[in-house]
């Protein structure tokens, strides 16, 4: 079993910063890549920032300049620093991470439960 688990969301003004952090654990051998995705409400989710366990990042358009992704790969931990946060990047948050359970199996893709992030004055 894998669980994955995101932290760090909630209400925050306009110009703010939040840092969301989402862990892996259970049974991993290794984990490839790690993302964030956000869902606003009547919208579809999209790809907000992902990295590479080699620490490649790519970035949705609307946050480059704004959002940073890191990841701890020793505790198996992704990070999402949001800074200069707008109204429109309010939605939940989710979390993934491309885990492998055994050598040289397959990788499967789990979430997290999301968390809320609310930019608002």
């Known amino acids: 079993q894998v669980q994955v688990v995101e932290s760090g969301g909630g209400l925050v003004q306009p110009g703010g910063s939040l840092r969301l952090s989402c862990a892996a654990s259970g049974s991993i051998f290794s984990i490839n890549g790690m993302g964030w995705y956000r869902q606003a409400p009547g919208k579809e989710r999209e790809l907000v920032a992902s990295i590479t366990s080699g620490g490649s990042t790519a970035y949705a358009d609307s946050v480059k300049g704004r959002f940073t992704i890191s990841r701890d790969n020793a505790k198996n931990t992704v990070y999402l620093q949001m800074n200069s946060l707008k109204p429109e990047d309010t939605a939940v948050y989710y979390c993934?991470?491309?885990?492998?359970?055994?050598?040289?199996?397959?990788?499967?893709?789990?979430w997290g439960q999301g968390t809320q992030v609310t930019v608002s004055s």
């Open positions: 993934n991470a491309d885990v492998s359970l055994m050598y040289g199996s397959t990788w499967y893709r789990y």
